[in-house]
Structure formats: structure tokens, C-alpha cells
């Protein structure tokens, strides 16, 4: 399964639009064609440094000598760039003495022929070079900026560590923050990249004090230049999170400049700086308190301006994700993108967006759901009074391995209603496969067939490769349309079935039709003919842990169709050759230490909307323990997420089945009213109201019980 673990993009500074203006007034360096429009909102007192975000977006140069700063009088002043990647943004800390709410400062850019300004300070990269140097640096802010890595040796020295770093091709992101402690690369992917943090911390006063490392993969740190800890090579962050790597260090009271470097190759992420400060227990290490991390005065883009008019600009923002519920690939993102200075546009200007996968839409606010991983190249066209002008973002859709605060775990029927405005014949062949399961999992069986079909006529040729899945997805959602659709189900089930489909993908057609024909169709008696072909395709294939695992869920969903006819001694017999076949003896005691475990994690996952990490759950929990199903639990959980994912038929027929199965169950009253609620999503109101009667007739008294008398009570009114 696919590990799901937290990502974020989100900016760091609110961008504003307060103006209007359709002319460019004391445009300073006439040979420059873009700046921005910066308010100091938020000084910080004994402070001389100012940070901002600038959407520079291609307009600048690739290295970043065409930056420069100037001061409301038009004064050049200081600068450094911490962070730049010239298609999307820069992050530029400035000098602002003595700055003062609403203190405005002009970030000129768009110079080709522009040499690099004598009051830009330049940084040295290389690792351990300790703080800028000039007769002004910014000592205020540390920057947590991610790139790519290369898939290279864990490095062992510093040398080794500044290659990896110089052979690196991106630079992801980054960001003002507080804090060494991150599990995730926020800017993109979390697999193969490289943390980059630098800036300054406030040592409150003279003494010895201690500082721990703890990361997964190589980490080195420094402190004004000079060595602090340094964990190489390739380990885990278990033997350090007890504080065992750790360095002593005498410091003045003051500033002092620090910098951490942490590579990342898979799975776990851990990177994190902690200390134990003067007065301390022995041994004892905690996180540095953001008040230690020096802050600069907060700055706002007021408006984006060229020299005749503002330009709209934006940055895309990653809502939150999907994963497909019966594969175990693909994945689905949703992105609202804005237009961040709308108001400084004139009247009458007209705003489309091109989403880089063939297709568009207009306004100045827009959402959109991306159906396969890869580079888009999204543009934000204006047209108006203004004149027209372009902007664009190269948005990497990247594998999301975390669900965080910052980006959850979407609804496929919201992700659904965005997609159905698409045109079928402007995507390609991968996007148009996703848009039908989207389509499936997003309860419209009728558009998942209309764009399925789509795609058998555009790239039954050039891709058979993908037709098997697209086929069988086509026979699952012809069976939902009714009993007229069964005779189209079973020709794409049959056409999802060819010499060249995957022994995999053969099992789980079959395994459907298991489910479908002998649940859904109430025609257990097509069990048998349909698992003799289980049996020779596992036979005549390499066993190889797919292969099994296809197997057991063939023989699981047997299990269930014994099970859903009211057999539970046979659908027992199913269930205990799923545990067989796993070929793991579990002990009792350990058995039952698991199986009381799952709930709660389910809740856990559940309480921060990680829909699909939940059900990955009841997915382990009825392939280890089978047998478990006849007692209805696994059944009551998967209706339950069903329902939270608003799957709301799926999620009726699995709390109906677990109610059947374990009626005094500890979870009846849950499960009695997620029915009623999924029934009345249904717009199945008589139906909902009796399953309120019957919670209310079980005679107990809960909060569900309590709230289906209420909700009956109401009804008599």
C-alpha cells in the first residue's frame, strides 16, 4: 500500500490588492519591466531586516542579478536573495531601518542585461561557510528551503554533502520558519530531497549549552561557520532521538549563525535540531523555542506592476488529495488557483486559465483536479483595457505521501462535479483512463461509461495496455445503472479479459465478478464457473506477493458472497483459507492484540480526514484476519468511511450488512444511524426513517439512540 504521510504548498505572506490603477507612476529603473509594489504590515522592534515572497514567475533573470531594492525615496538599499527559482518566486530579505507600519519599498526585476547590483549580498552555499558577508547582512529570518537529490551514495563528509547538493537540477521551495523539526518536504516530493536551512538564532545569554541532531539519513549542522554535529552516512533517526548525537558549544549571548543540511532518500522523513540549554536535567533535550529564531519585520505585495500597468500574478495552492479506493495506484489533486492582485486590473478585464493537461476555464478564481502525476504548465492569461498579458507556473503533481493540515484527503464526488466540466477529447489517453475511475468512485456510473467509451474509441490502438482497466472499470458502473446494464458489464468484462492482461488484473476482473454478480445481482451460483478461472490464471502465473495477494481477495470476495446469502458456515470456510494462504501464524494473544488496535487507528485517520489510510486499514484487517468478517466489524468501519467520504450507497449496503451480521453489537447505534443519515443522502427518506425506529426500538440509550428520537420527534412536527 501506498504509504500516505503529510505535504504542503502554501504561501508564506498574504498577497494584497487595495489599488486600482491603469497607469505606472515613479517607475524608477527604466530598463526594468516588472516589480512589486511591497508594505512593510507587521514591524518587529530592533530589527533593521524586511522579508518577502515575489511571484516573479520567468520575469526574472535565472541567477537573479537583475534584482534590486529601493526604498519609497527611489534609494537603492541592500539585499540578499535566500531563496530563488526564477519561474516561480524569490524570497529577498532587505535593509529596513527603523520601519514602520504601511513603510512602502519597490522589488525591481525583468533586466536581461542587468549585472548584479553592488548592495545585493551574495551568500556563499557551500556548507559551512557560516553568514554572508558585507557592510550589510540580514540577520533576521531562517529560511527552510528543499531540492531535488540525486539518486547518489548517503554522503559520508562535508565534501561529499556539497556535492550532492551542486549535482541537485531543482530547487523545490522554501519558506520563513522558526524551527529545525520537519517530516515531510513541504514544497514536493518526499522521497530523494535535499533540506536546506540557514539564518540566525538569539542565544538569550553566556553559557555552555548543548544541541542535539536526529534525522533519517545523512544530516550535517554548523554554527557560525563552524562545525556543530554532524550525523553522516545512511541510518535511521531511532538512535538519535534520545539526544545520543550531541555537541557541547560555549556562546555568547547574541546572534549566532546557523545552518542545517539533511538528505532524504525514502520512506521515513526526519530532520530535527534540538537543544538542552543551561540549567537543564542531565541527558534531557527538547525542541529550540521559536522565541530563540530571530524574525524580520512581516511584508506584504501590495500589486505586481510593469510598466504601463499591473500584471496579474499567482501561485497555485494544493488543497488536498485522493487515492483511489479499489486500486492501489493513481492519484487525484485538487488546486484553487487565484488571481492574486485582481483589483489593481482595470474594469472589463478578462481572465483565462489553461491548466496545462488540455484544459481551461476563465474567471479570476478557479478550481481544478488533476488526475495523473506530472509537470503542467498552468498560463494566466488577461485580456483588457489594459492590454494583454500572460503569466505563468511550472505546477510539479507530485506524490503526495503525507495528509497534513495543510493538505488533506478530498471526496471523490466533490473532485467529481469539478471534472464533469471537462472535455474528454482535449485529455490525453492516462488522463482520460483516470477521469472514468474518478467518475466510478464519484457515484456517476453514467459519465465514467460516457468518458469509458471515449477512450475505446480514441486508444483501443495506441494504448491496449490501459484498455483492461478501463473495460472492467466500464462493467463495475454498467452494473450500477440497473438491470439493463448487466449484458454491457459482461461484455467489458470479458473484454477487460485478454492474452495480454496482467495475471493481476485477470484475478481482480474475475474477483468482481465474484462480487458484483453474486452480491449485487444476487447470482451466487456464478461463483463457482468464475473462481475454476481464478484458479488456473494463479496456477499458470509466477506467485509472486501480487499474484497471492489477488488470489486471497478472489477467495475473500467468495467468502462474502456466501456471506451476504446468509451462509456463514461456508463464507467461514472462504475466510479461513484467506488466513492459510497468508502462510503467517499469528498467536492468539497477538491476534487479538491487533484486531483490538484497528478501530482505534481507524479513528485516529478518520479525525484528520485521512479517508484512504483508513480503509487501507479494514483492507489489512480482512486480509490478516478473514475469519473476523462474520462478526460484521470490518463491515460497519468500511460503511462508515464510505459514508464520510460521502459514498453514500456503498456505504448503506455495508452498514446494512454489518447490522445483519452483529445485531447487540457494542457498534449498532453508530451503525443503525450512519444508515439512516447515508439513506437520507440517498434521498431514501421512508427507508431512513425506519432504520431510525428500529435504533430508537433497540431500547438502549446513547447519543445515537437519543438523536434518532429527536430526529423522529421533529419529523411528527
Not at 491603469?22 to 531586516?49: C, F, N, Y
Not at 448503506?652 to 457494542?666: E, M
Request: a negative charge; glycine letters at 8%.
Amino acid at each position: 500500500m501506498m504509504l500516505r504521510l503529510c505535504v504542503s504548498i502554501a504561501a508564506w505572506f498574504v498577497l494584497l490588492a487595495p489599488q486600482t490603477a491603469s497607469a505606472v507612476d515613479d517607475w524608477h529603473l527604466a530598463d526594468w519591466s516588472s516589480r512589486a509594489v511591497v508594505e512593510i504590515t507587521k514591524p518587529v522592534g530592533g530589527v533593521d531586516t524586511a522579508a518577502v515572497k515575489v511571484l516573479c514567475q520567468g520575469r526574472a533573470k535565472p541567477d537573479g542579478s537583475d534584482f534590486r531594492v529601493l526604498n519609497e525615496a527611489g534609494q537603492a538599499v541592500p539585499f540578499q536573495l535566500t531563496f530563488h527559482n526564477a519561474s516561480r518566486y524569490a524570497l529577498i530579505s532587505f535593509r529596513a531601518e527603523n520601519a514602520a507600519a504601511g513603510q512602502g519599498f519597490y522589488v525591481y526585476y525583468g533586466n536581461e542585461g542587468a549585472a548584479r547590483a553592488a548592495e545585493q549580498v551574495v551568500g556563499n552555499e557551500k556548507p559551512g561557510s557560516g553568514p554572508p558577508k558585507g557592510s550589510w547582512t540580514p540577520r533576521a529570518g531562517l529560511t527552510f528551503a528543499t531540492m531535488q537529490r540525486a539518486d547518489a551514495e548517503n554522503p559520508e563528509t562535508v565534501e561529499e554533502l556539497t556535492q550532492l547538493i551542486a549535482d541537485s537540477n531543482e530547487r523545490y521551495g522554501a519558506r520563513y520558519q522558526r524551527r529545525v523539526a520537519d517530516g515531510h518536504n513541504p514544497f514536493g516530493p518526499s522521497d530523494y530531497f535535499i533540506s536546506v536551512y540557514r539564518g540566525w538564532i538569539n542565544i538569550p545569554k553566556a553559557a555552555t549549552y548543548k544541541f542535539c541532531t536526529a534525522s533519517n539519513e545523512a544530516s550535517f549542522s554548523f554554527l557560525d561557520g563552524k562545525e556543530l554535529i554532524h550525523w553522516p552516512g545512511r541510518h535511521t533517526s531511532e538512535r538519535g532521538l534520545r539526544g545520543e548525537k550531541n555537541a557541547e558549544v560555549e556562546l555568547t549571548a547574541g546572534l549566532h549563525y546557523l545552518e542545517y543540511y539533511h538528505e532524504e532518500v525514502m520512506l521515513k522523513q526526519v530532520a530535527f535540531l534540538g537543544w538542552s540549554p543551561p540549567g537543564s536535567p542531565a541527558g534531557h533535550f527538547s525542541a529550540i523555542p521559536e522565541s530563540v529564531y530571530t524574525v524580520p519585520h512581516s511584508t506584504s505585495v501590495v500589486h505586481y506592476e510593469g510598466q504601463q500597468s499591473a500584471i496579474a500574478h499567482f501561485e497555485p495552492d494544493i488543497l488536498d488529495s485522493i487515492w483511489p479506493q479499489d486500486r492501489h495506484e493513481g492519484q487525484y489533486t485538487r488546486v484553487r488557483f487565484n488571481v492574486d492582485n485582481a483589483k489593481t486590473l482595470p474594469d472589463g478585464t478578462a481572465y483565462r486559465w489553461s491548466f496545462g493537461d488540455g484544459e481551461s476555464t476563465t474567471g479570476t478564481a478557479c478550481e481544478h483536479i488533476y488526475l495523473t502525476l506530472g509537470r503542467y504548465d498552468v498560463t494566466l492569461t488577461t485580456e483588457g483595457p489594459a492590454g494583454n498579458t500572460s503569466s505563468s507556473w511550472p505546477l510539479e503533481i507530485y506524490e503526495l505521501q503525507h495528509v497534513t493540515d495543510d493538505i488533506k484527503q478530498g471526496r471523490p464526488s466533490e473532485y467529481a462535479e469539478i471534472a464533469a466540466t471537462y472535455d474528454p477529447a482535449k485529455l490525453d489517453a492516462a488522463n482520460l483512463k483516470e477521469l472514468a475511475h474518478l467518475f466510478a468512485e464519484g457515484d456517476r456510473p453514467q459519465d465514467a461509461l460516457r468518458v469509458g467509451q471515449v477512450f475505446v474509441d480514441r486508444f483501443s490502438s495506441s494504448n491496449p495496455e490501459m484498455l483492461p482497466l478501463v473495460r472492467r472499470q466500464m462493467a463495475m458502473c454498467a452494473l450500477e445503472t440497473g438491470d439493463g446494464g448487466i449484458d454491457e458489464a459482461i461484455a467489458n468484462f470479458q473484454a477487460s479479459i485478454t492474452a495480454a492482461t496482467p495475471a493481476v488484473e485477470r484475478i481482480d476482473s474475475l474477483t468482481q465478478l465474484i462480487l458484483l454478480l453474486g452480491i449485487e445481482r444476487k447470482q451466487p451460483d456464478k461463483t463457482k464457473d468464475l473462481l475454476v478461472q481464478v484458479e488456473e490464471t494463479t496456477k499458470n502465473s509466477v506467485a509472486d506477493d501480487e499474484v497471492k495477494a489477488a488470489y486471497r481477495r478472489a477467495i475473500n470476495a467468495a467468502g462474502d458472497v456466501l456471506l451476504w446469502s446468509g451462509n456463514r458456515t461456508d463464507a467461514r470456510g472462504f475466510y479461513k483459507r484467506v488466513e492459510v494462504i497468508r502462510g503467517k501464524f499469528i498467536p492468539q494473544q497477538v491476534r487479538s492484540a491487533r484486531v483490538g488496535a484497528y478501530p482505534r487507528a481507524i479513528r485516529e485517520y478518520l479525525a484528520v480526514g485521512d479517508y484512504g489510510a483508513a480503509l487501507d486499514i479494514v483492507d489489512q484487517w480482512e486480509d490478516q484476519f478473514a475469519t473476523e468478517k462474520v462478526k460484521g466489524h470490518t463491515f460497519f468501519w468500511r460503511g462508515t468511511i464510505l459514508a464520510e467520504r460521502h459514498q453514500y450507497r456503498d456505504a448503506a449496503r455495508y452498514l446494512a450488512r454489518s447490522i445483519g451480521l452483529a445485531t447487540g453489537a457494542g457498534f449498532e447505534t453508530e451503525s443503525r444511524w450512519r444508515l439512516a443519515e447515508s439513506l437520507e443522502k440517498l434521498d431514501k427518506k421512508k427507508e431512513a426513517e425506519a432504520e431510525l425506529a428500529k435504533l430508537v426500538a433497540t431500547g438502549l440509550n446513547d447519543d445515537f439512540v437519543e438523536a434518532a428520537r429527536q430526529k423522529l420527534e421533529a419529523l411528527k412536527k
